[in-house]
T-cell receptor, first 114, second 115 residues
Framework: NAGVTQTPKFQVLKTGQSMTLQCAQDMNHEYMSWYRQDPGMGLRLIHYSVGAGITDQGEVPNGYNVSRSTTEDFPLRLLSAAPSQTSVYFC?????????????FGPGTRLTVT | DQQVKQNSPSLSVQEGRISILNCDYTNSMFDYFLWYKKYPAEGPTFLISISSIKDKNEDGRFTVFLNKSAKHLSLHIVPSQPGDSAVYFCALLPYSGGGADGLTFGKGTHLIIQP
């Protein structure tokens, strides 16, 4: 199993550009989520999904969109990038909603917005 | 307002001794309490967890203690090994229906094991 994979590993965007961060898992996990980590901070929840077709907002959802058309994939879209979105983004997955604590994290995407 | 606090940004411990990492939280809405370990340029990895109905959970060299009345969580690592050098995050999961169904993380403590 590859576990949780994220692409790209690094990305530089200009203010106003849009892009999609990809996340995929091959463990047949129901629950997937996106977090961002800023310097000196813990991870903060952006959006999450408890199954295909179901998504919900986390703590810091503004400026981001998600969709969950398959169990395996959970892409994160930046609609119009801003310097405040410079961060490291982590995707995570787990077996189910009430076991979402045992989350498996991807290696992260480091995004810089200039 | 920070709901989860790890007040020590870094901690240095000699190899073979006990490492104690601490975490405080501000309200009673949390159901599960977890510790994650993170190496540079990698995603966090799950280490150990404890349910709100317990006060201690052990897994090899790692023990997590929960004091609900004090709203305090701690991780003990004994004996500490060089490979334990990493950033440790406490992460809390709310009760179902208690808000967004994801983890609330502390800011992390950088543990350095000295040879």
């Amino acid at each position: 199993n590859a576990g949780v994979t994220q692409t790209p590993k690094f990305q530089v965007l200009k203010t106003g550009q849009s892009m999609t961060l990809q996340c995929a898992q091959d463990m047949n996990h129901e629950y997937m989520s996106w977090y961002r980590q800023d310097p000196g901070m813990g991870l903060r929840l952006i959006h999450y999904s408890v199954g295909a077709g179901i998504t919900d907002q986390g703590e810091v959802p503004n400026g981001y969109n998600v969709s969950r058309s398959t169990t395996e994939d959970f892409p994160l879209r930046l609609l119009s990038a801003a310097p405040s979105q410079t961060s490291v983004y982590f995707c995570a997955s787990s077996y189910g909603r009430r076991r979402s604590y045992e989350q498996y994290f991807g290696p992260g995407t480091r995004l810089t917005v200039t | 307002d920070q709901q989860v606090k790890q007040n020590s940004p870094s901690l240095s411990v000699q190899e073979g001794r006990i490492s104690i990492l601490n975490c405080d939280y501000t309200n009673s809405m949390f159901d599960y309490f977890l510790w994650y370990k993170k190496y540079p340029a990698e995603g966090p990895t799950f280490l150990i967890s404890i349910s709100s109905i317990k006060d201690k959970n052990e897994d090899g060299r790692f023990t997590v203690f929960l004091n609900k009345s004090a709203k305090h969580l701690s991780l003990h690592i004994v004996p500490s090994q060089p490979g334990d050098s990493a950033v440790y995050f406490c992460a809390l999961l709310p009760y179902s229906g208690g808000g967004a169904d994801g983890l609330t993380f502390g800011k992390g403590t950088h543990l350095i094991i000295q040879p």
